[in-house]
């Protein structure tokens, strides 16, 4: 198996990789990022159910989060079936991506071996998304075991808030740690006409994401101050 300029294309994977998990472990870890400030608003909405006689609108938002994990992972396993469909187009997409301006595919088992990389990250958020749906289904039995509103102020509420709070988190966690692989998923779409283009495009996108994470709108809305 040769590829033109193969010390470039290691160098662009191991460049996607560090970034990928760079920005996986920034954003996950700092306190002042999206998800992080989103997890303590779960933790609110947890002590706001607490207070609710009628905790139907809660079950009707563990649903629509169910909905969310639910939808994105059948989007992922689509796509999934696409990246391995196209394996039997090989020959033509080598020819299609080699007259690209800059296009360094030569062969059918460097494209194949593309392939097969591009359907492991959507393998691996496909699976992100299924468990964040099962964790999901989890809280909503946790929220459904809390107390009676008229407990509020007892341990046995306390202790059945924390455990819905973090059941909850957790879900969300993993929800974002699989529309993160489907980004990343676009990004490493560029290799396919050189390494450079894997460069461009990771950094774009984490780029992107990192805005999105600590300094948009919507962390300033979520109640972020700092």
């Known amino acids: 198996m040769t590829l033109t300029g193969s010390p470039l294309d290691i160098a662009a994977v191991i460049y996607f990789v560090i970034v990928w998990f760079g920005h996986y472990t920034w954003s996950e870890r ?10 303590e608003r779960r933790r609110d909405w947890m002590r706001r159910m607490a207070a609710r006689e009628n905790r139907m609108p809660d079950s009707i938002t563990m649903q629509g989060l169910q ?7 059948s989007t992922s396993l689509i796509a999934i079936g696409g990246a391995l469909a196209a394996l039997g187009a090989s020959s033509e997409a080598v020819e299609v991506f080699a007259a690209l301006p800059f296009g360094l595919v030569t062969t059918r088992e460097v494209y194949d071996a593309k392939i097969l990389g591009l359907a492991a990250i959507l393998v691996y ?8 749906y099962r964790l999901f289904n989890y809280g909503s039995i946790l929220v459904v075991c809390a107390p009676p509103h008229e407990e509020i102020d007892t341990p046995e509420m ?5 455990r819905a709070a973090r059941m909850n988190i957790e879900a969300g966690r993993h929800f974002n740690r ?3 692989g489907l980004f990343f998923s676009l990004a490493y779409i560029g290799w396919f006409v050189s390494p450079w283009a894997l460069l461009v495009t990771t950094t774009l ?8 994470q600590f300094s948009s709108e919507p962390l300033k809305a979520a109640g972020y101050e700092g």
């Not at 909905?67 to 992972?73: C, K, L, T």
């Not at 996108?205 to 999105?212: C, N, Q």
């Open 30 to 39: 700092s306190r002042r990022s999206l998800n992080s400030v989103m997890a």
């Open 67 to 73: 909905n969310g994990s639910a939808f994105f992972a």
């Open 125 to 132: 958020a496909f699976f992100k998304f299924v468990w964040a």
């Open 158 to 162: 306390a202790v059945a808030l924390e």
């Open 178 to 180: 699989g529309l993160r």
């Open 205 to 212: 996108v984490t780029v992107i994401l990192h805005r999105r």
